[in-house]
């Protein structure tokens, strides 16, 4: 996993026999880039069905539910996986992910309460060859589709009174580096674990 690490770019501080990824502060306020102050940001057209789906409920049951804490409660997993552009130096590579796992801090409502409950980050290690050249990985956890929606904004939700000015300024500081994008969500129906035996799960509410 090291030298995979490495390989990559990524610099790495070994101690006792384990590795990390070093992450130094970042070098900018994470709201420091220009974001919209009031009004719907306009887009071009979306042709994912997901999306649009997506935009029919928020527009049935209006923002301000469709990105409440309490709308859909559940656990949500946010998959992210990216390919970053040839050339991306090891600097801007520790940049990027260090500014992407401190949302879970700078991420927050106007209420100042905060809609990620944890963020993880790996590097690509499969050796099936269906990897796509995708590089690094970072799986965003949240209490609730609604944390989820604040969160994820664009181009789902367009109004910057209804999503996170943080991982927004994200988006535009890593977007030049990044060459694909993969995202995929789901709802935790279910889970079974070794330790604990049993099945745990239940049912979404769909308010």
Known sequence: MLSRLLRLGFPVLVAGGFGAILSPPASADPYSLPIASKGPVALPPVADAGTHAAQQLAAQVGLSRFTAPDWRPGL??????????PGTSAV????ITGRFLRLVEDSRRPDGTHPVRSIETGVQN?????????????????????DRNFYVGKPVVTDPA???PAHEAFKQFAGPSIEKTVVFDYDVLAA???DAGKKTGRQRSRR
Request: aromatic residues 18%.
């Open 162 to 164: 209804f999503f996170d």
């Open 192 to 194: 079974f674990s070794r």
């Open 126 to 146: 499969s050796g099936e060859g269906v990897d796509d050249g995708l590089e690094q990985a970072f799986l965003v956890t949240f209490n609730s589709e609604g």
């Open 76 to 85: 949500v997993r946010h998959i992210v996986m990216f390919r970053y552009r």
């Open 92 to 95: 801007r590579k520790q940049e």
